[in-house]
């Protein structure tokens, strides 16, 4: 299993955009010098707490820092964007990474995201560009510039017969680089095009029920099968908010009192909430809105604790799942715990993950002696 992260980048409102600049960018680098494998970042355009329209650019400016780490916006929210323009910038990123990029993509969940761009999502059409979308990218990429006319944006063949005028930036990875597509609900269309197209599925695991995640493998097992794909495991990514401290009682009050806790409190609990998505935090139907609250959410959804503590959450969250390769932690501006977030960082890395190692090998070891 490894390790990553998702900066969606939160920062409180109160911060200017370039001191959250500063501070995403000095956060990249800090993952990259303990060794997680990948970072993700965010794309949103109506919401002071994520206050970044233009991943790329901090990407851009982020490889420049980095020497290991892959980066790769978690997503271009595809209906605000032209397909052959973002493919062009794709292509370039991926130039400027030699290797390192990866493209995540999304449909879109904010209702002031679609009501800026004046999109009518009521019949699914967010969901619909954003498949057309991949469509017109990756035939780009593999196919040059094609006629193609679709039902949301359209794409010509270059007929001018002037010299060195033409479709020419493919991507540094080739055909292009790994795509990856989010998804929140069980049977997500977004996982069965993942398993159908095999893109990396990454699943916003924001339910205390892990049976619920484990249907997010399901749709991506039914895309597959239509395009006679196997799936492997190792590719999904699995998101989940972390704090790690020395002993359980110092990694809750450290969660729930700093910059986690107030993120939750005053930003995500609303949207989820708002957006109708109590159910999937609760793990009693029959519980009332009002009872999902930060603690609630602490003790039934985070991943908390000493390192054995989460350690043994991850574990239970593999058998629940059927397994995943990839757990990313949500990261968050701790700019004002900055010591204790750099020890729960090192301490995941350094005490978490070789104990999550050992078992899955261990756990494998049994299996393949049971086997024989």
Do not use: K, N
């Given at each position: 299993m490894k390790f990553g992260a998702l900066?969606?980048?939160?920062?409180?409102?109160?911060?200017?955009i370039g001191e959250g600049l500063r501070r995403d960018l000095e956060e990249l680098e800090r993952l990259d010098a303990f060794g997680f494998d990948e970072a993700w970042i965010g794309e949103h355009f109506t919401t002071g707490w994520e206050p970044c329209p233009a991943p790329d650019?901090?990407?851009?400016?982020a490889l420049q820092r980095t020497k290991?780490?892959?980066?790769?916006?978690?997503?271009?929210?595809?209906?605000?964007?032209?397909p052959v323009e973002l493919a062009h910038r794709v292509a370039y990123l991926d130039h400027m990474a030699q290797g390192r990029y990866q493209l995540g993509v999304g449909i879109s969940a904010l209702p002031s995201d679609h009501e800026l761009f004046g999109i009518d999502t009521s019949n699914g059409a967010n969901?619909?560009?954003?498949?057309?979308?991949?469509e017109m990218m990756t035939r780009l990429w593999k196919e040059g510039a094609t006629d193609f006319k679709g039902e949301f944006w359209s794409m010509g063949a270059v007929q001018s017969e002037l010299p060195s005028l033409g479709y020419h930036l493919t991507p540094f990875q080739k055909p292009h680089p790994p795509i990856a597509i989010a998804g929140l609900t069980p049977g997500s269309a977004n996982h069965k095009l993942a398993g159908e197209k095999g893109y990396i599925p990454v699943s916003l695991s924001v339910s205390p029920d892990a049976s619920m995640t484990a249907k997010h493998w399901e749709a991506v097992e039914e895309g597959a099968a239509r395009s006679g794909r196997t799936p492997n495991r190792d590719d999904w990514r699995i998101i989940r908010d972390v704090y790690v401290a020395p002993t359980d009682e110092e990694a809750r009050e450290l969660a729930l009192g700093g910059i986690m806790g107030r993120c939750w409190r005053e930003f995500l609990l609303p949207i989820y909430l708002g957006l109708g998505l109590g159910p999937f935090l609760k793990t009693d139907p029959s519980m009332p809105?009002?009872?999902i609250d930060?603690?609630?959410v602490a003790d039934n959804?985070?991943?908390?604790?000493?390192p054995q503590t989460v350690a043994d959450k991850i574990m239970d969250l593999q058998e629940q799942t059927g397994g995943f390769g990839h757990l990313t932690i949500v990261s968050y501006d701790a700019a004002g715990e900055r010591e204790a977030w750099e020890r729960s960082l090192r301490l995941l890395m350094d005490e978490v993950l070789p104990r999550c190692n050992r078992a899955i090998l261990s756990t494998a070891g049994s299996n393949q002696e049971v086997t024989a």
């Open positions: 900066l969606m980048p939160s920062h409180p409102p109160e911060v200017a650019l901090l990407i851009a400016q290991q780490i892959r980066l790769g916006p978690l997503g271009h929210l595809l209906p605000y964007h032209h969901r619909r560009m954003t498949f057309e979308s991949i809105d009002e009872a930060v603690d609630y959804l985070w991943l908390v604790g000493s």
